[in-house]
């Protein structure tokens, strides 16, 4: 059984860093990759932060370009997602994606195993 286990949330300020780890369990692919979405309050979930871990090469959305890095350590398998200069609309649940099923990266429907999600909350 595949399970993906986000930690790592919190409240902080405007300006402040967090960095999210999951822990995934029962997925032994080395290919393919992992990436970490974003739901704000009242808001569809799209993609932030995408690595596909054979070339470990990365992609992000524009709105958190330069803030935030997502890293993956094979070893351990584990996706972390850097977030840092931390801005009120960053603020809501952030999930862990796992084993990509092609299309466009940022469609949720496209991904198979998910996380049950960790609440980040930015004040102003």
């Known amino acids: 059984r595949v399970q993906l286990v986000e930690s790592g949330g919190g409240s902080v300020q405007t300006g402040g860093s967090l960095r999210l780890s999951c822990a995934i369990s029962g997925y032994t692919s080395r290919k393919n990759a992992r990436a970490w979405f974003h739901q704000a309050p009242g808001k569809e979930r799209e993609g932030v932060a995408l690595i596909y871990v054979g070339e470990m090469s990365t992609y992000y959305a524009d709105s958190v370009k330069g803030r935030f890095a997502i890293s993956y350590d094979n070893a351990e398998k584990m996706v972390y997602l850097q977030m840092n200069e931390l801005k009120p609309e960053d603020t809501g649940m952030y999930y862990c994606?796992?084993?990509?099923?092609?299309?466009?990266?940022?469609?949720?429907?496209?991904?198979?195993?998910w996380g049950q999600g960790i609440q980040v909350t930015v004040s102003s």
């Open positions: 994606a796992a084993e990509y099923l092609a299309g466009y990266w940022s469609d949720p429907s496209r991904w198979r195993y």
